[in-house]
């Protein structure tokens, strides 16, 4: 068949396509843990994430859920940091340890012949890191370097304000590094939580890449042998405090130039039927370039680089959130801005244009999302971790493309109350 190449092809939007979740599979090592895999793309690469409840929300003192995973891999019985460091350099290996407010995260990525080299080192830190005591000394003063230098930038600041407004001081989602509770950190308190939450029982284990019968034995070899005495973890609650005042303004810099914006209110996660169709208002309010806020305060108003605003759900619960920094001569006029498109979104229904544009962006996305192993085990991931199914990412498919300017009107007059947010600014 020739090509006329005169003739432009025909543009499809994002909306007109079919999305399916490609399916994983999922498969039982031999001492009952289970491991979900994906089999996929054409280089010989793997991405192995071990993920454990080890997140703030576990921890009983403040900052040893981070400690612990910057310093998982610095040492076990038979090896120093240096030679763990060494020997992941050796095989062009990548190993990330990383913990957030419900999760930490144990994640490998290497060439898949090196599997049988990089498994046992994996294997040894999970099991046997002893967190020498000249490791924490090196990472307490690190960390409080860090945190000096960064409390003299406004956003920064604001960053911790808003989630201790939003949370409390005392809630896993709204404590902040503080220097007496880095120092405060001692060997015991690591050792203790590690045992607790990074035990081989308590692992959700997700592998993606090129990865056929070979790859699965080799992770049963090595993670299957071992003997997992299963238990339950302690449920935790934690209340939300009232506070008196919603507004802040905090003098951090005196010769400061600019000011950083917090705006803020609690939102819930992914299992709230809210969740999905916020997505959409999100992002035509402040969740891409071209949103409503970057349109006002950007682009036409020239007061901000940037302006964004954003859902975090976590696992038990969330906020929605717009941040920027602007001139501190601006910041007025620029909360003035923020609090109309608000309530623009609650007076008047979205034109039909714009809200196609912004489901094309979303969905858009999603395309990309859907291309590549290490990609589609992220959303299967979240879906898992959360408790969800494909279920859920259907309907969510669904919501994107059918939700109508009436309905994001209606859920604007719901959550787009000024009375309801709170306001962090750091100058």
Known sequence: MTVDRKIAPWIHDAIDFSFKLPAISEHMLDNSTCMHWLNAGVQ????ISWVFPAGLWYESKPTVAQATAALLKNGTSSKTAHQIHEALEFYGANLKVGASNDHASVTLYTITKHLP???????EILTDAVFPQD???IY??????????NLRQC????NQQIDALLFGEAHPYGRYSKKELIEAVTREDIMSFYKNFYALGRAR?????????AEINCMNDFFGKSTITPSELEEKHFSIPEVNSKKHIIHNDPDGVQGAIRIARLFPNRHHPDFAPMVVLNTLFGGYFGSR???NIREDKGHTYGIYSSQSPFQHGGSLTIHTEVGRDVIDPALKEIYFEMQRLCEEPVPAEELLLVKNYLLGNLLGDLDGPFSIMQRWRTLLLNGLTENHFNSNIQTYKAIAPGEL???AQKYFNPADYYEVVVI
């Open 44 to 47: 010989d690469v793997a991405e």
């Open 117 to 123: 080299k990089l498994l046992p080192i994996v294997y």
């Open 135 to 137: 490791e924490l000394d």
């Open 140 to 149: 307490k003063k690190n960390s409080i370097d860090r945190l000096l230098v």
């Open 155 to 158: 956003e920064f600041v604001a």
């Open 205 to 213: 284990i997700f592998m993606a890449g090129k990865i056929g019968e």
């Open 293 to 295: 806020l970057m349109s």
């Open 409 to 411: 009107q209606l859920l």
